[in-house]
């Protein structure tokens, strides 16, 4: 008797502290990096969340997913303030298995400059505890720039391109105007300081070239913004320099 006591006792004991390991990766498909975004605008979020390996994924568990810029919480603004929401899968998953999943649109109104977004996904479970035995991807990160409402962006349509890009000298913006338009470029580091600026100078309609003298920067990440004679922000993006 004492014997099938200890066993049913053990029993329980795992049924209240029963533990899972599972890998989870999470991908960010929808914001581009370096994308622009006006304050008090939305942006929306998709993220692809892959099963890597370990336990089962239950159809009870819960997908929480948060997100964060520069390591503070970020609230969701749809209506209700809140740092994370939860998912509910409603399946099981084991290794391969991918999940797609959208953010609520969330609304910006953080000071203007650059941000260090973040997206994690935590599982979480009433009956049992569940782990991720891998941390370093379950969370994924991109740059995103606020910007004034007055800021304006050229039109879709028009091509822009930032090349050599990794650059170990010099680079060059290559627009497509629509009309002449006077434009002048600002290089600045990581930290918002400008190392770099062109005149502003009246190009045509049609495809010009903007030349940046790139080749004295020290190695690093650069962020490149493109302004028009009023100095609105026109356009954007990541520069390396190796």
Request: aromatic share 8%.
């Amino acid at each position: 008797m004492k014997n099938l006591c200890t066993v049913f006792l053990l029993l329980a004991t795992n049924a209240v502290f029963a533990q899972r390991n599972i890998d989870f990766k999470i991908d960010l498909v929808s914001l581009a990096d370096t994308s622009m975004v006006q304050n008090n605008g939305a942006i929306k979020v998709h993220n692809v969340i892959t099963h890597m390996g370990g336990d089962t994924l239950k159809a009870t568990d819960t997908l929480k997913l948060s997100m964060h810029a520069n390591g503070f919480i970020f609230p969701f603004d749809n209506g209700t303030t809140i740092d994370s929401f939860l998912y509910y899968t409603q399946k099981t998953m084991v290794k391969g298995d991918t999940l797609q999943v959208n953010f609520p649109p969330v609304i910006i109104r953080f000071p203007i400059g650059w941000y260090n977004f973040c997206f994690k996904i935590d599982v979480t479970n009433a009956g049992d505890t569940v782990n991720d035995t891998l941390q370093l991807n379950n969370t994924t990160c991109t740059q995103l720039q606020v910007v004034p409402t007055s800021v304006s962006k050229l039109n879709t349509n028009i091509q822009i391109t930032l090349y050599p890009n990794p650059t170990n000298n010099n680079a060059t913006i290559s627009i497509d105007l629509e009309q002449a338009t006077t434009l002048n470029a600002i290089v600045t580091d990581i930290t918002g300081k400008t190392v770099l600026q062109t005149t502003p100078t009246l190009y045509t309609k049609g495809k010009n070239r903007i030349q940046l003298q790139t080749s004295n920067l020290p190695a690093g990440t650069y962020i490149v913004n493109l302004k028009d004679r009023q100095g609105a922000q026109l356009w954007s993006g990541k520069l390396i320099k190796q």
